[in-house]
């Protein structure tokens, strides 16, 4: 793309800077480092940097949800929803059928006695997106705080029964076609009772296990299964010469736009104890003390940024025992190296 910054804010992330300097700072508890005077997009969608930031912190909420459940006597369960997707289906098509299906799941008066038949509170739903050998795979989980009462296998059979019929209805699964319909009623709900922050789900073939905390709110860290791959393992194989992968993270970018990644039911965030923040206001919360190692003046970070192995040997050299010194010395080396002719760009 000629102009990358026009097209997503996601392209001037921890690039562009907002201030006129830039810091680098020092984590006392952890000694990580990290800028700060940069623009942050705070896109979870599209940006590994701030995905892996926002997500954690995220993660950290659904966890003190599981734990306000529990102290309540209530029950917390995992509901995964998936609906039928092949590779001809356009990323932006599926994922507003997908949220008409959603949305007809929790209509009228049957889903009003549902709630009240098993002591709902609320829900926390989390987004997924993966590519596989069937295309576009969009599906939820949902964390639903229920009475703890529910039996999970009895609440499968009236939640896929609503799902079957939402899905038909938004255009997701054709009920004339019974291989689609069978497969549909053995794999598109799946519920798990009794959930807790301890609790590990097996995801597969993914030799890692998640906490159900992590499962609703770190999606994008995740790695690729068999059955499909996050969009940030598409930025890796285009970065490796795929072309096709580069342009697949492309569609995804512009189908997910305004679309929100974790939704927490009206009302819960306050039963919980929870500060309703926004993914930026998250992204810029710092919570840890760090120290001040220096600034870099704009000439100084244009060097740096002109290759992301400067700005990563920035960081680097502040985690190590060379610390300030070791990064001025840096900075020397590279205005040695800066070609004459080259000027300084506008701030």
Same mark, same amino acid.
């Given at each position: ?18 201030? +006129? ?11 990580? @480092? ?22 954690? /912190? /995220? ?5 003190? =949800?599981? !734990? ?24 932006? !098509? ?18 009003? $006695? ?32 229920? +009475?703890?009462?529910?039996? &999970? !296998? ?13 899905? =038909? /209805? @938004?255009?997701?699964?054709?009920? +004339?076609? =019974? ?8 794999? @598109? ?25 992590? !499962?609703? &709110? ?14 940030? +393992? ?18 995804? =970018? ?5 679309? /929100? ?18 993914? $930026? ?30 700005? @990563? $040997? ?34």
């Amino acid at each position: 793309m000629l102009y990358p910054h026009d097209f997503h804010r996601t392209a001037k992330c921890k690039h562009v800077t907002v201030a +006129g300097s830039v810091g680098v700072h020092a984590s006392r508890e952890h000694g990580s @480092a990290f800028y700060s005077g940069l623009m942050n997009c705070s896109n979870v969608w599209t940006c590994a940097v701030c995905a892996a930031k926002v997500q954690e /912190r /995220r993660r950290l909420e659904v966890a003190q =949800a599981v !734990e306000w459940a529990a102290a309540e006597g209530l029950q917390c369960v995992m509901v995964t929803l998936t609906f039928p997707h092949y590779v001809w289906h356009k990323l932006a !098509e599926l994922l507003e059928q997908q949220s008409v299906a959603l949305e007809k799941l929790r209509e009228g008066s049957p889903w009003t $006695k549902f709630k009240e038949r098993n002591g709902y509170r609320g829900l926390i739903r989390s987004l997924e997106l993966t590519l596989g050998g069937h295309g576009w795979h969009p599906h939820t989980h949902e964390l639903w705080v229920v +009475g703890s009462h529910v039996d &999970a !296998e009895v609440m499968k059979e009236t939640v896929l029964r609503r799902w079957k019929s939402s899905c =038909a /209805r @938004a255009g997701l699964l054709d009920l +004339g076609d =019974a291989a689609q319909v069978a497969a549909f009623e053995a794999h @598109a709900v799946d519920i798990k009772g009794w959930c807790t922050a301890s609790d590990y789900l097996a995801k597969q073939d993914d030799s890692r296990n998640w906490g159900v905390d992590a !499962e609703i &709110a770190k999606a994008s860290t995740k790695q690729g299964r068999a059955k499909g791959k996050h969009p940030f +393992g598409l930025l890796k194989l285009y970065q490796e010469g795929d072309q096709k992968a580069g342009g697949q993270f492309l569609e995804y =970018a512009a189908a997910i736009h305004g679309k /929100r990644q974790l939704y927490w039911s009206p009302g819960l965030k306050d039963l919980v104890g929870v500060n309703d923040l926004t993914d $930026k206001e998250v992204n810029e919360e710092e919570r840890e003390a760090a120290d001040l190692l220096g600034l870099l003046d704009l000439a100084d970070w244009w060097l740096i940024r002109k290759s992301p192995r400067h700005k @990563a $040997k920035i960081l680097n050299l502040a985690e190590s025992n060379g610390g300030w010194p070791a990064i001025q010395d840096f900075i020397r080396s590279l205005r040695a190296h800066q070609p004459a002719h080259e000027a300084l760009p506008e701030p």
